[in-house]
Every structure is written in structure tokens, then in C-alpha cells.
């Protein structure tokens, strides 16, 4: 049955029109519509269906937008304009790049440079780990002991400013069967190589590891330093991925860029340098390109951003790449998609930016900012995403791979040290006594010594699944 009731006739009610409303207009039906008993001949032809099923669909008519070709996205994403952690697996035949931090200045949204790569294989890297990323890596459900294999573009402090929290609290938090994995390059001197930097890490923080050391922990890093000015040098090579990498123009010798290559797919992320042939040389025909920019707005962004034009000039002329080189760059190297860093994200900017990149890039183009980028990447498309992570997240369970795959449980180490090893008696003896601020029935059985001074073995089928792998492919 069909009501003939419109919003015509409605608002004709309300305002006492006596308005007629012709049988010709729209009518709505409150019956589900039945279409038992149809045959073929009652639907529409099938050149209609054609023409529904492709609408929208370029099918040689004309391009499809400005920026896509081969951008689009996958089809086993559970959503194509976010990624949530913990929601989708890494393909075999896919590699996945989220950018954890994006800007040399700090602030919310944006903290220092740090790019994640994650491959179909099972394995992880981290390219830069600046100051604040770890946040964005914990809210993204990654345990603290599987931020490893980390690759430091050059040592200023924004690029690698996280390391010191990566190791404590690695180390705390079950990092117990392998070393942290540290890559980067030498300097001129002993004293200016990623190895240097390391050993002044560990003096730094000795009285955090002595304390830290009535826990269970394990404080091995296994540090590779590369010689800064190898061109092309093999900075790893396993599980057939490498990485190479090649110096980068950053006013001091010991700063370098990186090419990685897995599986027939390879991006490049030049680091913090003034534009220059090396990049072209060793970045060119990746798929996904990451350059550092800086657009030429110097004395407007002097009154936005604090920084007197004359250093900020100076600043980008002898240490960063213009946005507009940044473009040259990218039409020399030719990348599936070419993406920008290490820049600042502010809507006053960001069209001039991208106006100054066109210049000369008209291909694929995406900032790589602010945090939380998401890159999906295979050899059929390319799709880029915002992530999506909690204000408020917890840390995930430690991950306890290794120490199965090596014993076929977990282990747990025995504690360096006792209290009473590194303590002075007086001032425990300052403790407040538990029973005056416990309720009565309340109070817990109290841990105040390490249980037992040989190692814990738990084995695998008792091990939370929280705690184990949820990639198939590290699993296998």
C-alpha cells in the first residue's frame, strides 16, 4: 500500500495551504518490496548492469585524479580511511610503513623523528628513534622488547633522543634473549661514530641500571658502526632484506641515509641532509621515497615558530633540503610515491609546501606527517591512512619469541643484585611499617626479595598468548 505523504504535503498541513500535492511526486512505501516469481525478462537489461557495476570507474574515459596512479587501496584492510592497532596483519607479500614521529621540534601530535617499517616476513626496523616516538610505538600496541634493529640517520639528539627509554625499560620488560640491535654510522673520530654515543649512553645511565638490576634484566647491545663515507655499503643483510647506506650532506661527517629492499619492494629515507646526487643515485625507483623538507617561508614561520629568519636560513642552507630540491629530488629518482618528513605540519604551510614540491614532482605525493602516517605497500598498489591510537594506552606484554624459539618456553633471569646490595640499611629502616596503612584483612603477601637466585623456566604452553606473536610468519 502506498501513503501518499511528502514533505510538500507535510509542510502544506502545517501552514494551512490547501495545497495539492500531484500524484507524480515521490511516494514512499512502508512494504518490503517482494521479488519472488520475478523472471529475467522484470530486471533491467544487462547493459544496464554494466553500466551500474563500472560507474565511477575510469575504464579508459578519462585519469582518474591527479595523484593515483597505482594508489589505491588494498582490499583486506578493515578500513581504508584509518588503521587501529591490533586489527590487521602485515601481508606476506606487503611491507608497512608507519611514521612514529615526524618533526624536529616537539609537540603534541608531533615528536621526533622516527619511521617503522614492518615486512611480510615477520621482521621490523626502525629508521631514527627521536625524542617522544616511543609513545606513538607503546600506543600502537608494540612490547618494548621488540623495538629493535634500529638504524640512526645521524646523532642529533632528535633522531635518536628515545634510545635511552628503548633500553631501559627493554631491558625491564623482557628483553632478556637477544640484544638491542643499534645501526649507524662513524664519524671523523672515535669519538664522533654511533659506537661512541652508545658506551656514553651506558655511563650516563649507570645509576639506572644498577638500580634496575634488582630486577631481571639483560643490558647487551649489539652495536654495528658503518664507515660513514662507504657509498652504497651493506649496512644489513638477512632474511633477504638489505639495507644500504650512503652519506648524507648534513654540515659534519656521520650522517647517512638508507635504501631497504625486501621481497621485489624498497623505500628510502634520506636522513636530515641538503639536497644532493647520492640520493638520486641510491633511492632511485623505489617504491616509497621519504625525504626531510623545509618550505621557503623563512620569515613567516620567524613569527610563528620563534626562530630569527637569519638562523633559520642558515639552518636550512647548510643542514636541510627545501622543499622545492626536495621535488627535483623526487622527479630524478621517480618513486611510486614520494613522501615528506621531518617538517613542520601547520595549516598556514602546508599548501605552499606542496605548491613548491610541484614545481618539479607531479607524481604520487603524501606528507609523511604529522604522527601516525600509515603506508600500505605491495607491488600491485600503494595506500596511505591515518592511524588511529589511544590517548591513554597501556603497555602491551612483553614478547616472548625469542626466548621460545631458543628453549621452547620462557626464561627469566635472575636478578643482578638484592636490595640490601645497593641500599644503605638506615634508610629502609625509614620504611613505613605495611600493617599501619594496610586495612586489617587486607594486607598482601609482600615480594620483598627476589623468590629464588637460579632462573625461572615457563614453559611455552603456559606462556600467555599475550606474550607470544600474533604473526604467522614470525611464529612460523
Request: with cysteine; aromatic share 12%.
Amino acid at each position: 500500500m502506498l501513503k501518499k505523504v511528502t514533505a510538500l504535503s507535510i509542510l502544506a498541513a502545517v501552514l494551512g495551504l490547501g495545497l495539492t500535492v500531484p500524484a507524480s511526486y515521490a511516494q514512499v512505501s512502508n512494504e518490503t518490496p517482494d521479488f519472488s516469481g520475478k523472471s529475467p525478462a522484470d530486471f533491467a537489461a544487462e547493459e544496464t548492469m554494466k553500466e551500474v557495476a563500472i560507474g565511477g570507474v575510469p575504464m579508459g574515459r578519462w585519469k582518474e585524479g591527479l595523484l593515483f596512479e597505482g594508489i589505491s587501496p588494498q582490499p583486506w584492510l578493515t578500513s581504508a580511511a584509518n588503521w587501529l592497532p591490533g586489527t590487521e596483519e602485515v601481508q606476506p607479500d606487503e611491507m608497512r610503513i608507519t611514521f612514529m614521529g615526524t618533526a624536529p621540534m616537539l609537540r603534541p601530535g608531533q615528536m621526533n623523528t622516527s619511521i617503522y617499517v614492518e615486512l611480510g616476513n615477520g621482521d621490523t626496523f626502525i629508521f631514527d628513534m627521536g625524542e617522544g616516538a616511543v609513545a606513538n610505538y607503546l600506543a600502537s600496541g608494540i612490547p618494548i622488547n621488540r623495538l629493535n634493529d634500529i638504524f640512526l640517520s645521524h646523532l642529533h639528539v632528535d633522531h635518536f633522543g628515545s634510545l635511552p627509554w628503548v633500553y631501559a625499560f627493554g631491558a625491564w620488560s623482557g628483553r632478556w634473549h637477544e640484544p638491542l640491535r643499534i645501526t649507524g654510522p662513524s664519524g671523523r673520530t672515535e669519538k664522533d661514530g654511533v659506537s661512541y654515543m652508545v658506551e656514553g649512553m651506558k655511563q650516563m645511565m649507570h645509576w639506572h641500571r644498577e638500580a634496575f638490576s634488582v630486577f631481571p634484566v639483560a643490558w647487551e647491545i649489539e652495536v654495528n658502526e658503518f664507515d660513514f663515507a662507504d657509498a652504497g655499503g651493506t649496512a644489513y643483510e638477512k632474511n633477504g632484506v638489505k639495507v644500504i647506506h650512503w652519506p648524507a650532506s648534513h654540515a659534519k661527517d656521520g650522517a647517512s641515509g638508507y635504501r631497504l629492499d625486501w621481497n621485489g619492494l624498497s623505500f628510502c629515507f634520506t636522513g636530515d641532509t641538503r639536497p644532493n646526487t647520492l640520493d638520486i643515485d641510491y633511492c632511485k625507483g623505489v617504491d616509497v621515497m621519504i625525504s626531510e623538507t623545509q618550505p621557503e617561508v623563512v620569515a613567516i614561520s620567524s613569527g610563528v615558530q620563534g626562530v630569527p629568519p637569519f638562523v633559520g636560513r642558515y639552518t636550512i642552507d647548510t643542514h636541510h633540503t627545501p622543499s622545492y630540491a626536495a621535488g627535483y629530488v623526487f622527479d630524478k629518482v621517480q618513486p611510486r610515491i614520494a613522501m615528506t618528513t621531518h617538517m613542520p605540519y601547520d595549516p598556514y604551510i602546508n599548501a605552499e609546501t606542496i605548491a613548491e614540491i610541484r614545481e618539479h614532482w607531479k607524481g604520487p605525493f603524501h606528507f609523511g606527517a604529522p604522527d601516525m602516517v600509515v603506508v600500505n605497500v605491495t607491488k600491485e598498489s600503494i595506500w596511505v591512512r591515518d592511524g588511529v591510537i589511544p590517548d591513554y594506552p597501556n603497555v602491551r606484554a612483553p614478547n616472548a619469541d625469542a626466548s621460545i624459539q631458543k628453549y621452547g618456553g620462557l626464561i627469566v633471569p635472575t636478578p643482578t643484585y638484592q636490595r640490601e646490595d645497593i641500599q644503605s640499611q638506615f634508610i629502609r629502616d625509614a620504611e613505613i611499617d605495611p600493617d599501619l596503612y594496610y586495612p586489617e584483612g587486607y594486607k598482601p603477601v609482600l615480594m620483598e626479595h627476589w623468590p629464588t637466585d637460579k632462573p625461572i623456566f615457563i614453559p611455552e604452553e603456559l606462556v600467555p598468548e599475550s606474550m607470544k606473536s600474533t604473526s604467522k610468519q614470525k611464529s612460523d
